[in-house]
């Protein structure tokens, strides 16, 4: 498994490589890094796979990490482990996938295909909404079963894309507009 290491501080961009889910190691692929940035390279190396929603989290605005993704996998089992990992992430447990959540699943790939111009994108796409569910409204952030995420999904990609639209933010975009006027 290899993983793309973006420094935004300068643009670097590393590969990290990983063999039987331990780290194998490093190459620079682009970009400068300082005497500073490498002493602690290291640091923002994840030491498995397993760990890269964690990293993810904790460098984020300073790092970014994309999985390279191999064609061998098909990407009804890619978007499944991504969705495995966050969801054991996020509760602890791990998430009982059946039938209905496949079918789910491969719900959300068709719909996703038709929004993407290819399927790195829609691993992509669905990479983001899962790490950006911390901003999904309210009412929705315990919906996290792939059911229910297949059925908000529009919704889910909406408010990710364009922001928090409730009335209260649309009334208080308006006061402020009307405060700043006079």
């Known amino acids: 498994m290899k993983i793309k290491m973006n420094i935004i501080k300068g643009d670097s961009?590393?590969?990290v490589h990983y063999k039987s889910n331990k780290f194998k190691k490093l190459e620079h692929k682009r970009g400068e890094v300082s005497k500073t940035q490498f002493s602690q390279l290291m640091r923002i190396v994840p030491p498995s796979p397993k760990m890269i929603d964690t990293f993810r989290r904790y460098f984020t605005g300073k790092v970014n990490y994309e999985e390279i993704v191999t064609s061998s996998e098909s990407l009804f089992?890619?978007?499944i482990d991504v969705y495995f990992r966050w969801y054991e992430l996020e509760?602890?447990?791990s998430p009982k996938i059946?039938?209905?959540a496949g079918k789910a699943m491969n719900s959300i790939i068709a719909h996703l295909r038709k929004q993407c111009?290819?399927?790195q994108e829609v691993l992509t796409v669905f990479q983001?909404?899962?790490d950006r569910w911390c901003d999904v409204p309210e009412f929705y952030k315990n919906q996290m079963e792939l059911?229910?995420?297949n059925s908000n999904i529009n919704i889910l990609?909406?408010?990710l894309k364009n922001g928090k639209s409730d009335s209260k933010s649309k009334a208080t975009n308006v006061s402020d507009d009307i405060r700043k006027s006079i």
Do not use: N, Y
């Open 98 to 100: 059946d039938g209905v």
């Open 117 to 119: 111009a290819d399927d």
């Open 91 to 93: 509760t602890g447990i």
């Open 147 to 149: 059911r229910q995420i």
């Open 157 to 159: 990609l909406k408010e």
């Open 13 to 15: 961009v590393f590969l």
């Open 128 to 130: 983001q909404l899962l």
């Open 77 to 79: 089992k890619q978007m």
